[in-house]
């Protein structure tokens, strides 16, 4: 399995090699890192599960992002990485589970959510990975990709589009960011959810003083 994991993760830093800061090959490193403390506090997790999907979560990223959001990375993602997992003769029942763990970490609205322990934690690892101080800067980097505001209302914000001049990172906080605590999945990832949350409020009242607003 180390050399199945080492020839998927070659592959996935050429593949995410020119995407963007917020969905780089270093955000899977970090998400990759969240998954393994996750999964050593929720006893049970089928680890080869949780580090392989953790790795491949992202790849479909880049096209999403070319797609200005038209096409779901989660869905594409879990196909491309099938595609890269039969390649290398793994198991129909191992490249399911994983492509599902994929699939299932962008769970929103109608989706179907995490099922298993291995989705949910997959899940977790990479909502802790855009809160706190490393979701802060996350949500500036790209706002300023996408040539939006330093900071705006709260109307403004909430009353804009995606992709927007007034997409900034206050509108990704009051849209997304700030329910991420509650919609954690494991009992760990609540708990380190916690902490994070707590100083990315803090540090959204602060601006908000700062500016006036």
């Known amino acids: 399995m180390n050399s199945i994991f080492s020839a998927l993760e070659a592959e996935v830093k050429s593949l995410l090699e020119s995407a963007s800061g917020c969905h780089d090959f270093d955000h899977t490193m970090r ?36 797609s200005k959001g038209r ?25 399911a589970r994983v492509a ?22 997959v899940y977790d690892a990479d909502k ?13 980097y790209f706002a300023g990709r996408e040539g939006a505001r ?4 709260a109307e403004e914000a909430v009353n804009s589009a995606e992709y927007s001049r007034e997409d900034s990172a206050y509108r990704e906080y009051l849209v997304k960011l700030r329910h991420v605590e509650e919609r954690m999945l494991t009992a760990s990832g609540r708990e380190l959810a916690r902490e994070r949350a707590a100083f990315m409020h803090e540090f959204f009242d602060r601006l908000n003083a700062e500016t006036g607003q």
């Not at 403390?37 to 479909?60: K, M, P």
């Open 31 to 66: 998400v990759l890192a969240n998954a393994r403390r996750l999964a050593a506090l929720e006893s049970g997790a089928d680890l080869a599960v949780v580090e392989t999907a953790a790795l491949l979560h992202d790849i479909g990223r880049p096209e999403e992002i070319r």
């Open 71 to 95: 096409h779901c990375h989660a869905r594409y993602g879990a196909e491309l990485a099938a595609v890269m997992m039969e390649k290398l003769d793994c198991s129909p029942d191992f490249i």
């Open 100 to 121: 599902a763990c994929i699939r299932t970490h962008r769970f929103r609205g109608r989706q179907t959510p995490p099922q298993t322990l291995e989705e949910k934690i």
């Open 128 to 140: 802790l990975d855009s809160i706190g101080a490393v979701g802060i800067g996350r949500a500036f």
């Open 150 to 153: 330093l900071h705006n209302t």
